[in-house]
């Protein structure tokens, strides 16, 4: 019992380190993908984003886009107001001589407001931003680059997140999208990304496809390129700039959010999924479906753990529980240290966890909301 036990208990515990220490060195393995590049290529491109009650940081992305259409006169961007109850609707139809804007009738969510805009634009790209992030100087340029080689059906750029240093919780959240940002390099070296993050890509406006105002439309449009038999890439001289959620409950319900629409988008995608090659099919199972559960197999790790205590001895038994329930206490009152990293890894965690299980309960959420702490 006592051996069985522990060689559940092991199992468990790599489950949950899988997809951010042994993915990583397997990709490590796989050969690289040569890529045609052309820094003189050039075409037309729309970018578009959608927007809710972002009046705090409209006036900073009017700005940038401001710079990016300087260098670009014939970029045409297009953005949609989803109800906003502040003034960003008003500050953006303020600035028609920038971009075309689209109130929406009430709250439809960015899925909905990204498929109003896709048909109206006419660049043979399409860039996908928010509302609160902003494209460096050189992006338009470098993009163009990239789609020189035909066989290039989208690029996602590099996501630099900024405020790291103002909470713990913004400290794990910047820890952990470096390691995403790595593993989609290392991804796009060995053939494509498995899906784009919505604040900075790109795709081919011919691929992009009809999907359900449900679904998550940053993962379903990206990976509409690897359905197409197209490259999804991940490039690092495409630059957005996005500020961290600071707050570990405004991060909690982000996480739950967006685990229950991506789990929501993989059963709408599966009938795709199961046409990938083995390659894709590989990377995905890691980076999604081993990462979406190891909530699960953390609370079984811990269990086991308690049971291979008491096996050994109650006493023993009685020391883990006391243990795990000081951890849980000291977790949520300690906001810094090695303690409240764990805890910030942990919540992280439990948040996917319970966003995938209300997808399965068939819930999932069309709209959002901007984190007040961000």
Known sequence: MILATSIALTFCLLIVIYPYSIYPLLLKILPSQPIKRNPDYRCRATLVFCAYNEGGVIGEKLSNIESLKARH???EVLAFDDGSSDDTYRKLRARQDLLNVIQGSGRNGKAHGMKQLAALATGDILIFTD???LLDADAIDNLFAWYADSEIGGVCG???Y???AESETARIGGLYWRLEEWLKAEESRTGNVMGADGSIFSIRRALYPEFPDTVLDDLTVSMAVVFAGKRLLKVEDIVAYERLVAERGDEFSRKIRIAARA???HLYLTPQLVGMTVIDKFKYGSRKLMRWF????LILGMVLTLLLSMLISPVLGIAALMAIVIAALLGYKVKH????TVAEIVLALIATLLGIIRAMRGQTVATWAPAKSR
């Open 263 to 265: 789990y929501h988008t």
């Open 162 to 164: 900024l405020g790291s």
């Open 158 to 160: 590099a996501l630099k």
């Open 337 to 340: 240290g090695p303690i409240a």
């Open 294 to 297: 190891g909530g699960l197999f």
């Open 73 to 75: 006169p014939d970029l």
């Open 131 to 133: 509302a609160n992030v």
